[in-house]
């Protein structure tokens, strides 16, 4: 069968990487994907927001499954657009509908949801322009550290964590009148939450679903979590304190319900469910919903998957993945994203790449692309390095062999992942 991957980065390359493994695929078409993609299909200058254009492709390619990578274009409606076309009716896509998507779209509606179904999450109230007074004095009644988030998607920059109270007021009212657009036009204040995170994933077919490795990743730009949030500057699974009892738990609080809550909505849910969750105490509460697999953690989560993805997509898409059977390798999986120097910041592009024969590594491609015959740099977040060990720590002395062996002008990478962890 053919199939046209949607999206461009290291998360596009693992999946393409994994999917080009199975015996079912004969063609795959990534779009716009990287230099590293190429390498395992054709890579399809598409725009993702223009829907038509991917029709017609789709069409014309014989293409019978779309897996969407990023968020946006389910939170657009993608899903739905395939749905509603006679002409697609044989395709079908992995990812949500809208109505699905929303739980990553709207933070407010992820809130209500969450406590509709009575699954774990800091407690909260969502204020508008027009609601700015109430806003100031909920600050006032809840305790420093201040959590603000934009409602909609704000491209991972939307979340303030802040410990002084008037700079959390006048951070609300940057926020409301346009700081991130329209995505902050509604703003969620939560109580904060003390504890440590972890990625939770699930590939759902609407009625079942599978449990996926679960994984923690490191936003922070700086060693020891310090400075700006970046989209992930590396990633571990398995994830040592979630023992059988906490995961146990997650299943119980927040999967089940949270997968009954969208039958139980009607919500045409086909794909993956990423859970952010922090423990807090041995307990999890779920930080938020993302409809789609997480960058990095795809890097460290698939590479764990043995069985052949393709298979778990048909399974899907016919509602079958009750019987699905899904195995994963034993070992850890451990990434390292180099990154563009000055990155979350301004960083320059078309710096040149070298990259040896890496043979005891995957080399995940993120911002990266051809040209003539040099790769180069094409974003923030350049390439991940992901490594299998006997452990996390095993794997990540790999990694960090290989990263130090790739390189690029003004590279950067952090040194410590999974220094939590020992």
Same mark, same amino acid.
């Given at each position: 069968?053919?199939?046209? &991957?949607?999206?461009?980065? *290291? ?17 795959? $078409?990534?779009?716009? !994907?990287? +230099? ?7 890579? /399809? ?51 949500? /509908?809208?109505? !699905? ?22 407690? $909260? ?16 009644? =809840?305790?420093?550290?201040? /959590? ?10 939307? %979340? ?7 700079? +959390? ?11 991130? !657009?329209?995505?902050?036009?509604? %703003? ?28 923690? #990743?490191?936003?922070?730009? *700086?060693?020891?979590?310090?400075? &700006? ?6 990633? @571990? ?16 609080? =927040? ?24 423990? @807090?105490?041995? #307990? ?17 989560? @698939? ?7 393709? #298979?778990?997509?048909?399974? /899907? ?27 979350? *910041?301004?960083?320059?592009? !078309? ?14 491609? +993120? ?11 094409? *974003? ?7 490594? $299998? ?34």
């Amino acid at each position: 069968m053919n199939i046209l &991957l949607l999206g461009s980065g *290291g998360r596009e390359h693992a999946l393409a990487w994994k999917i080009t493994q199975s015996e079912k695929i004969d063609k795959l $078409y990534i779009a716009p !994907g990287n +230099a590293g993609t190429s390498e395992l299909g054709e890579n /399809v200058n598409l725009n993702l927001s223009d829907f038509s254009k991917i029709k017609k492709f789709a069409i014309e390619k014989n293409v019978e499954l779309v897996v969407v990578g990023p968020e946006q274009p389910l939170v657009d409606g993608i899903a739905d657009y395939f749905l509603e076309d006679k002409s697609l009716k044989n395709i079908s896509v992995i990812g949500p /509908v809208k109505a !699905g998507a929303i739980l990553e779209g709207s933070k407010d509606f992820a809130k209500e949801f969450m406590s509709k179904y009575n699954i774990p999450t800091a407690s $909260y109230k969502s204020f508008s322009k027009a609601s700015i007074n109430e806003g100031k004095a909920f600050l006032e009644e =809840v305790s420093s550290p201040y /959590v603000l988030k934009a409602d909609g998607l704000a491209a991972g920059k939307g %979340v303030l964590i802040l410990e002084d109270l008037e700079e +959390a007021k006048k951070s609300l009212e940057e926020m409301l009148q346009g700081q991130f !657009g329209k995505a902050s036009d509604t %703003v969620v204040i939560e109580e904060f939450l003390s504890g440590i995170e972890l990625s939770v994933f699930v590939l759902t077919d609407g009625k079942s679903y599978k449990i996926l490795p679960e994984a923690k #990743d490191y936003k922070r730009i *700086g060693e020891a979590d310090t400075g &700006l949030n970046t989209g992930g500057m590396g990633a @571990v699974s398995p994830v040592p304190f979630a023992d059988k009892g906490f995961m146990d738990k997650v299943e119980e609080r =927040v999967i089940k319900p949270t997968i009954e809550g969208l039958i139980n909505e009607n919500i045409d849910y086909k794909g993956f469910v990423f859970f952010g969750l922090i423990k @807090v105490g041995e #307990d999890p509460f779920v930080i938020e919903y993302n409809v789609r697999m997480g960058d990095p953690e795809t890097e460290v989560v @698939v590479p764990r998957i043995k069985s052949d993805i393709v #298979d778990l997509f048909l399974h /899907v898409k016919n509602e079958t993945l009750e019987k699905a059977k899904i195995e994963f390798n034993p070992e850890a999986c451990a990434t390292v994203m180099m990154v563009s120097g000055g990155y979350p *910041g301004n960083y320059e592009k !078309g710096k040149k790449i070298e990259i040896p024969e890496i043979n005891d590594s995957l080399v995940f491609h +993120a911002g990266t692309k051809y040209d003539s015959s040099d790769i180069v740099t094409n *974003g923030g977040r350049v390439i991940a390095v992901s490594s $299998y060990g006997k452990d996390i720590f095993e794997a990540l002395k790999k990694s960090y062999q290989n990263v130090d062996s790739i390189q690029f002008d003004g590279k950067y990478y952090r040194s410590d992942i999974g220094f939590d962890l020992k």
